[in-house]
Structure formats: structure tokens, C-alpha cells
């Protein structure tokens, strides 16, 4: 898969991070924490997919299954997943301390855990990819912290559809 492909992924994966990150943008964080939080969502896009990718490795040698099909499944049930979350009519936001950003970045990085699981069959070289999905959710947790001051909730549902949508259309492109 080229590395456009792996960009999309990482911009798909960040939705979810970026849609919460417009949410708790508004409780108008200091920007101490907003860079904080977006570091911890980094370091957790760049260690979940290797550790699913590892555990992902350990699958697929004991299960006669394509790489391509675990590919699909995993994008597809993420994708769903996401665009489910968005119809949801509320949201529970509130100020937070420094084990709860942990959580909120585990939480929001569980989905680059499942895309390590197929990570081998993405692209040839893992590191590169965790690096790139990295700097992708800091991106956008950083920013959508940032914009949260600034825009509605709306946005924030429209973006995690987007991205659930990218998701399962790559996952059907594993299958073509």
C-alpha cells in the first residue's frame, strides 16, 4: 500500500480524537494541558499500532487467514463503530486531571491498536506508519482542542462520520 494510504489512515483514525478534542476544547483548557493531552495522544497512536501489530502477527501464524480479509474486518468494525458513536446525542465533557488525560488518550487510541493487528499487510515498514498515525492525532487533538473554543458541537459528529466513512471504504479496498 503506498504511503498516501497510510496518511488517509492516520487522518481517519485522528477523527475520533478530534471530534472529543472540539468537545473538551470547550471547557477552555490552558494550553499546558491542550499540549500535554495532545502529547499523550501522540505516544499512544505510536505504541498501539505496533503492539496490535504484534499481537496481530501472532494471530494470523496461528489462523489460516489473509491479511487482507483481517485488514477489512478490522476497518470495517472501526468505521461502523465510529459513525455510530457520532449519532449519539450527547456528550459528557468535563475539566480533567492527569490519569484521566491517560484515559482519554488510551480511549481514543484503541482504534490504531485494531489497525495494528492487519498493520504488516498496510505498509511494509510499521515504524514509518506509528509515526505517521503519531503526528496525525497530535495534529488533530491539538487542533481540535484549539478549535473547540471556537466552533459547535455539529462538527465534531460530521468529522467522526467522515472518518468511520474512509475507514470502511479502505477496508473494502483490502477485499478488491
Not at 42 to 50: D, Q, R, V
Not at 56 to 67: A, Y
Not at 161 to 172: F, N, V
Request: net charge positive; aromatic share 10%.
Amino acid at each position: 500500500m503506498s504511503i498516501v494510504m497510510v496518511i488517509i489512515i492516520a487522518v481517519s483514525l485522528s477523527m475520533d480524537a478530534f471530534s472529543l478534542s472540539l468537545a473538551y476544547g470547550t471547557l477552555n483548557m490552558e494550553a499546558k494541558e491542550m499540549k500535554l493531552l495532545a502529547i499523550i495522544v501522540g505516544i499512544y497512536h505510536f505504541l498501539m499500532p505496533l503492539i496490535g501489530m504484534w499481537i496481530g502477527n501472532k494471530i494470523v501464524s496461528f489462523l489460516p487467514i489473509s491479511p487482507d480479509i483481517v485488514v477489512f474486518l478490522v476497518l470495517l468494525v472501526i468505521g461502523i463503530q465510529m459513525i455510530v458513536e457520532s449519532f449519539k446525542q450527547t456528550r459528557e465533557v468535563s475539566l480533567m486531571k492527569f490519569s484521566e488525560l491517560l484515559i482519554f488518550g488510551l480511549a481514543v487510541s484503541i482504534d490504531s491498536f485494531s489497525v495494528g493487528l492487519g498493520l504488516r499487510a498496510i505498509y511494509s515498514k510499521p515504524l514509518i506508519c506509528s509515526l505517521i498515525f503519531s503526528i496525525s492525532s497530535f495534529l488533530f487533538t491539538y487542533i481540535g482542542l484549539y478549535l473547540g473554543k471556537k466552533i459547535n458541537d455539529m462538527i465534531g459528529r460530521i468529522s467522526t462520520r467522515i472518518g468511520g466513512m474512509a475507514l470502511i471504504l479502505i477496508g473494502i479496498l483490502y477485499l478488491l
